[in-house]
């Protein structure tokens, strides 16, 4: 008996609908990019266009001209020489802080070095050298003038001399701290530069010999912001040395109020640390007084803190 054998033929041709649905969404594509058929590109006509960026162009310049506007209204009130919030409105609160150099570096506050080491101190150096090169005279005469004879101010100056900015003569700092001498860093008695942050209009008050804290009393001026540092530690205190004030009485009266003068500089005083041991850390805290200056360790007005440590 005989026996047929079949075999089944397979189709291996593949259609479906993945190949015909890209070309169909390309054609859908390009049909978005160029309707020829209802004259739309990107599916809006021409008059559409037109329309939108009608609206838009108007809308764009009501914008423009209400931001403008606002903006001459508000630099119409403002004055370029005077500050726009004064007395209790501004952040400092008619209490000014302090600020100390050397700070070649804003991240911390600590001043480290071996006076073995040129390369530790210089950029100390550098930083307070660079700091009064603005107190140079050149730097302080402009064109309004500057009050250059202030040495004959020992109390307040007269009102009518307040518009003008009294020169402050660098050499007021004395002899002990100066670039010659690496600003005391060669020798191990580092020399801090403090001056007082600037407020609009503020003016020191003095002390009566009734009021003066006892701090200060020893060398304590009328006329003068007196500066008081010291450590904060008893350890501090025992191994810190002698602290030298210069100019001894601090920052003078005559160099207030600050209200924006061609020429003005801030004051300084130098405060230098006498044959403080090596090998340990001072926390140091600096406190300036008048009577209207109140201190407040949590936000650091009237006062500075800093670390100080001589390899």
């Known amino acids: 008996m005989a026996s047929t054998t079949g075999s089944t033929a397979v189709d291996t041709t593949v259609s479906g609908p993945q190949s015909g649905g890209i070309t169909q969404r390309l054609q859908d594509f390009g049909t978005f990019l160029y309707n020829s058929e209802e004259g739309k590109v990107l599916g809006r006509t021409a008059k559409s266009w037109g329309e939108i960026i ?60 071996n006076k ?45 001399d307040w518009d003008k900015a009294c020169r402050f003569d660098i050499r007021l700092l004395g002899e002990d701290c100066v670039k010659q001498q690496s600003f005391g860093y060669e020798d191990g008695q580092p020399c801090i530069l403090l001056k007082l942050n600037r407020i609009f209009d503020w003016m020191p008050e003095p002390y009566s010999n009734d009021t003066v804290p006892e701090a200060i009393a020893d060398y304590w001026e009328e006329y003068s912001v007196a500066v008081n540092c010291y450590g904060e530690n008893p350890s501090d205190k025992d191994n810190i040395g002698d602290i030298i004030y210069s100019p001894p009485s601090g920052f003078h009266f005559k160099y207030f109020p600050y209200r924006n003068q061609q020429g003005y500089r801030s004051p300084l005083v130098f405060v230098r640390f006498d044959n403080p041991n090596p090998a340990q850390l001072y926390m140091v805290t600096c406190k300036v007084y008048a009577k209207n200056i109140k201190h407040d360790a949590m936000e650091r007005s009237g006062m500075v803190h800093f670390e100080l440590m001589i390899d």
């Not at 660079?130 to 302080?140: H, I, K, P, T």
């Open 54 to 113: 009608l609206f838009y162009c108007i809308y764009y310049a009501c914008l423009s001209g209400f931001f403008a506007g606002m903006l001459a209204v508000f630099y119409h009130t403002l004055d370029w020489n005077i500050p726009k919030l004064q007395g209790s409105d501004t952040l400092l609160k008619q209490n000014p802080g302090l600020a100390f150099r050397p700070l070649p570096n804003v991240e911390t506050t600590l001043i480290r070095f």
């Open 116 to 160: 073995a080491r040129a390369s530790t101190y210089t950029p100390y150096v550098d930083h307070i050298e660079s700091f009064l090169q603005y107190y140079e005279n050149e730097y302080q005469q402009t064109e309004s003038g500057v009050l250059t004879d202030c040495e004959s101010f020992t109390e307040l100056r007269p009102l009518e």
